[in-house]
């Protein structure tokens, strides 16, 4: 029998289409695939670039002060408001400071007068030292008046008692004792006026030392005062000092809090300056990073808006300790991820940057300022 063309031409285009459904497959395989490879490398490179930074927002910092009085007083003087530029050691706040002027005064006063009081203190030791050595002399001329008058009196008695004994035996008249009983009278007499003289020396000798250990006392409370007046005289002076306030750093005032005629009491801010000349970004970089940056490390600083501007950089410093936590532990069993501080010195000449902007900071990894 003869074969069936039409059969034939059916198995003919069945066998055609199965070839173009494997060819289609094979196509749309092989593109998948490729695409696959595509993403990978893209995912790869993207991985690798990554990698070789770390990218994260940063606030501009700087070395700030608060200014604040040490003293309670009324503002008579206050050039700065914000915005304006100081210079270390130029004059920005000013306290009224009568009171304190006349206690200034009053110290000094005080110390003029304990000055004098040592003057006079000193001159009465002088005296009463003179008058303590007189008394001594005078102690010891009596003392050798009556020792010569004792011995004149025992004298005159011998011969008054031998005139006596003779004149019983009629051997000398009436006269003759007279005479030695008078020069006996007159030797008794004169001992006691010694005797007498030396108490009274003894006596001067006490006043004299007496007055000599109330000005030695007198110099003592002098000295004492003097130290007192001036010590309170440098207090005084101390505070009369701090109610001028001198800038401590040349910077921008960013802040001004009183104004002039206001009350200001001890510590609180008056004004706040920020040194615009030593700006930094301050990021915090989460635990699981921080040890793969380094010190000098490469950073890049970028604004956002739409200026979007370039700063260089480097890594300054980084914390020693965790500040705070990131992601808290609302599972248990997993730990909370902690940050550290890490300061970014910045390139700024032209001042651009203000404290407290907001900024992106890129910081490179093994890649060391200064070096490529």
Same mark, same amino acid.
């Given at each position: ?117 040592? *003057? ?53 008249? !009436? ?42 006392? !007198? ?82 600083? *970028? ?16 914390? *020693? ?5 990131? !992601? ?45």
């Amino acid at each position: 029998m003869p074969k069936n063309p039409v059969k034939k031409g059916k198995l003919k285009d069945k066998s055609l289409l199965v070839h173009n459904i494997m060819k289609k497959r094979w196509f749309y395989g092989a593109t998948i695939f490729f695409l696959l490879i595509i993403a990978l490398t893209i995912i790869f490179i993207q991985k690798g670039r990554r990698s070789e930074s770390i990218r994260t927002a940063g606030i501009v910092e700087g070395i700030e002060v608060n200014i604040s009085s040490k003293v309670a007083g009324r503002i008579s003087y206050l050039r700065c408001k914000e915005g304006d530029a100081v210079r270390k050691g130029n004059t920005i706040v000013k306290l009224e400071a009568q009171d304190l002027q006349a206690s200034v005064r009053q110290a000094s006063a005080g110390i003029d007068k304990a000055k004098a009081n040592i *003057r006079v203190s000193l001159s009465a030791i002088v005296s009463s030292k003179a008058a303590l050595a007189s008394a001594e002399a005078d102690i010891a001329s009596a003392e050798a008046d009556m020792e010569k008058y004792r011995v004149q009196r025992e004298e005159s008695k011998r011969e008054m008692d031998r005139a006596k004994s003779l004149f019983e035996r009629e051997v000398i008249p !009436q006269e003759t004792l007279d005479i030695t009983v008078a020069n006996y009278d007159v030797a008794v007499a004169s001992h006691n006026a010694s005797e007498a003289k030396l108490t009274t020396a003894y006596s001067k000798r006490d006043a004299a030392r007496a007055q000599l250990n109330m000005a030695e006392s !007198q110099l003592f409370l002098a000295k004492a005062g003097l130290r007192e007046s001036e010590a309170i005289l440098l207090y005084n002076r101390v505070k009369l000092a701090d109610t001028i306030i001198k800038s401590p750093l040349s910077g921008t005032v960013v802040f001004k809090a009183l104004e002039k005629g206001e009350t200001v009491s001890p510590g609180t801010t008056m004004l706040t300056i920020v040194d615009m000349n030593n700006l930094y970004v301050r990021v915090d970089i989460e635990e699981t990073l921080v040890d793969i940056i380094m010190l000098d490390a490469v950073a890049t600083i *970028r604004t956002e808006g739409e200026s979007k501007r370039v700063f260089k950089g480097r890594v300054s410093e980084i914390g *020693r300790y965790a500040e705070f936590a990131t !992601q808290r532990d609302v599972l248990r069993g997993r730990q909370d991820i902690k940050t550290f501080r890490v300061k970014i010195d910045i390139d700024d000449p032209a001042g651009i940057l203000k404290p407290g902007m907001t900024v992106e900071a890129e910081i490179m990894k093994g890649e060391k300022h200064g070096t490529r």
